[in-house]
């Protein structure tokens, strides 16, 4: 395929620095999820032709922030006329993760009260919206007003800030003291115990990472006395093993999309010699909903930090784990 668009991902992060699960031996090219066109096909593939415009999420080869990749007919989504490939990147990853996550292990029902935290970043962004078109009661949680202002203008009923207000308190008042039908939370730490005494009776809290880096412990007297459910949400196991009906899934929300129903949030752009300062920006939390990269557009050298910007590690930002810079001797970050 020729890639047009890569979106980011927190694993993006995780692989450049080591730590993702699916370990990638360097020289590696990163990127899971991109969209773009078919170009040729090897012998046995039966369902795609050249000139198919297609997107996909690709944990084990990666290889997404580049002009070109080779991937399994399997996973890859066909992308309907009247959306465009910046949007279509957008979708397999973030919004793959929270409709099987709504729908495969929460079983989300219309009526009922879904809690999201970090509602601003790709997942939580992407589990409101689904949450809303499922026929939900969306409260959304996070630590930047300015940002919880777009994921409200985006479809939450309500927004909880967990740095000024007491969430617990304000979950309880906003469901008439019952609590929350399901959490999803891809944060962890205090946030899951925060949940979990503010599930309502056969509540369900959705674990979907560890944003904040501490990994927590249900107390199983609550889960007893409420009756409720903690739910691992591993969509990588999902995508890896039952492939076929993961991009089903896909096609079904990119329908979805372009029948006007939702359309996930493009916080930015960013040219493919800035593919530094994007990750800069993800990793640095400054990102609402997601980011991409036109993987095409590679003339003009690396800007990484000017006006508007996000700081790089030259001028005194954030840096990242082995991450592959001019200054450090290393080829930038596109296909070589």
């Known amino acids: 395929m020729r890639i047009d668009s890569a979106a980011l991902n927190f694993p993006d992060l995780l692989s450049i620095a080591g730590t993702y699960p699916i370990k990638s031996t360097p020289p590696f090219i990163p990127g899971v999820e991109g969209a773009g066109e078919v170009l040729a096909c090897g012998p046995g593939v039966t369902r795609l032709r050249a000139g198919d415009r297609v997107c996909w999420q690709d944990n084990a080869v990666k290889g997404s922030f580049a002009e070109d990749v080779t991937l399994p007919e399997t996973g890859l989504a066909r992308i309907p006329d009247g959306v465009t490939s910046d949007i279509a990147a957008a979708v397999p990853t973030a919004y793959g993760t929270a409709c099987f996550a709504l729908t495969d292990r929460a079983r989300l029902a219309a009526g009922e009260t879904l809690v999201v935290h970090g509602a601003s970043g ?3 962004l992407a589990c409101v919206q689904l949450g809303k078109l499922l026929g939900a009661r969306v409260i959304a949680t996070g630590s930047d007003d300015a940002k919880l202002a777009v994921v409200g203008q985006l479809g939450a009923d309500a927004v909880v800030n967990v740095r000024t207000e007491p969430v617990r308190e304000r979950i309880l008042e906003l469901t008439g003291g019952r609590g929350a039908d399901v959490f999803c939370d891809p944060v962890g730490g205090e946030l899951f115990d925060i949940s979990l005494r503010a599930i309502a009776p056969l509540g369900r809290i959705l674990v979907i990472g560890f944003t904040s880096g501490v990994f927590p412990v249900a107390r199983a007297n609550i889960l007893l006395i409420k009756a409720a459910s903690v739910i691992g949400a591993n969509y990588g196991h999902f995508l890896a093993t039952q492939t076929v009906q993961a991009r089903v899934q896909v096609e079904r929300m990119l329908g979805w999309i372009a029948a006007g129903r939702f359309s996930p949030q493009i916080h930015r752009r960013f040219p493919f010699a800035q593919c530094v ?4 920006a ?3 939390r400054q990102i609402v909903g ?11 050298p690396p800007r990484l930090s000017a006006a508007g910007d996000v700081p790089s590690a030259a001028n005194g930002g954030p840096e990242l784990p082995g991450r592959c810079t001019e200054e450090r001797g290393h080829a930038p970050c596109r296909k070589p």
């Open 290 to 300: 997601k980011c991409v990269i036109a993987t095409q557009e590679v003339q003009g």
């Open 277 to 280: 300062a994007a990750l800069e």
């Open 122 to 124: 790709g997942v939580g």
């Open 282 to 284: 993800l990793a640095a």
